[in-house]
């Protein structure tokens, strides 16, 4: 009876840190949003409050790490409860990082935004299909973590591929802007690290991806090819 009492309260501090995953994952999803708004209006103000929240994100990754490290001490978990508490571990770190891009995204704004003038006419609303997708990709990450879905952390891993495409031709488009008017270089370099953030938001939804195969196979498929993942998976 006491071995059923102490694993349900093991299950209530799992599914407690599991949801503070989650609201860290819907707070930098915000932060990406609202970075996105920034670069496609050239609005300063709104770049700013993303800025601000950077704060509140790498707390919540403070908070969640303390609370982690409470209770491997205390449960002194093995196999795949101690691989769940490794993996949340290193997707609040990917989520800090995500958070990280995005106040990027706005400080490049705000630098934009300074330089005025021609860096009005860059194509910066052309990001947003690029950020559609990275949010997407993260938002599926964080949805297939909650349900350790392996079968959807394969569709985000192979989802990466539009997003690169995306990224390299917004830069050869950067590249033909900077070519025909010499003025708007900096901007362009700017909006060059934006697009860059994206892609690199993408990167961090396909490490959460791969988080969740380590959990559930207890296998590491980082630098894996698409085949060999698979095939773990069968």
């Known amino acids: 009876?006491?071995?059923?009492?102490?694993?349900?309260?093991?299950?209530?501090?799992?599914?407690?840190?599991?949801?503070?995953?989650?609201?860290?994952?819907?707070?930098?999803?915000?932060?990406?949003?609202?970075?996105?708004?920034?670069?496609?209006?050239?609005?300063?103000?709104?770049?700013?409050?993303?800025?601000?929240?950077?704060?509140?994100?790498?707390?919540?990754?403070?908070?969640?790490?303390?609370?982690?490290?409470?209770?491997?001490?205390?449960?002194?978990?093995?196999?795949?409860?101690?691989?769940?508490?490794?993996?949340?571990?290193?997707?609040?770190?990917?989520?800090?990082?995500?958070?990280?891009?995005?106040r990027r995204i706005a400080r490049m704004v705000l630098s934009i935004v300074e330089k005025g003038g021609a860096a009005r006419t860059l194509p910066a609303s052309e990001l947003q299909v690029a950020a559609d997708l990275a949010s997407a990709q993260l938002r599926k990450a964080l949805d297939a973590f909650a349900r350790l879905d392996t079968v959807a952390a394969v569709a985000i891993m192979k989802g990466d591929g539009p997003l690169d495409k995306e990224f390299d031709g917004f830069v050869r488009k950067?590249?033909?802007?900077?070519?025909?008017?010499?003025?708007?270089?900096s901007a362009s370099l700017d909006l060059l690290f934006v697009a860059k953030a994206i892609e690199r938001i993408g990167d961090h939804a396909t490490n959460i991806a791969e988080f969740i195969i380590y959990v559930v196979k207890g296998a590491d498929v980082r630098h894996s090819s698409m085949e060999h993942i698979e095939s773990t998976l069968k």
Request: charged share 30%; no cysteine; aromatic share 4%.
């Open 1 to 102: 009876m006491g071995d059923k009492h102490l694993s349900t309260q093991f299950d209530s501090e799992l599914n407690s840190l599991s949801s503070r995953v989650m609201e860290m994952g819907g707070l930098v999803e915000s932060q990406i949003r609202q970075a996105i708004f920034a670069v496609s209006q050239f609005n300063a103000d709104v770049a700013r409050q993303v800025i601000e929240v950077e704060d509140r994100v790498n707390q919540m990754e403070v908070d969640i790490d303390r609370e982690l490290s409470s209770v491997i001490a205390r449960r002194q978990p093995t196999a795949r409860d101690l691989r769940l508490l490794m993996a949340i571990s290193k997707t609040t770190a990917n989520l800090e990082r995500v958070g990280d891009e995005a």
């Open 174 to 185: 950067l590249i033909t802007y900077m070519m025909e008017d010499p003025r708007t270089i």
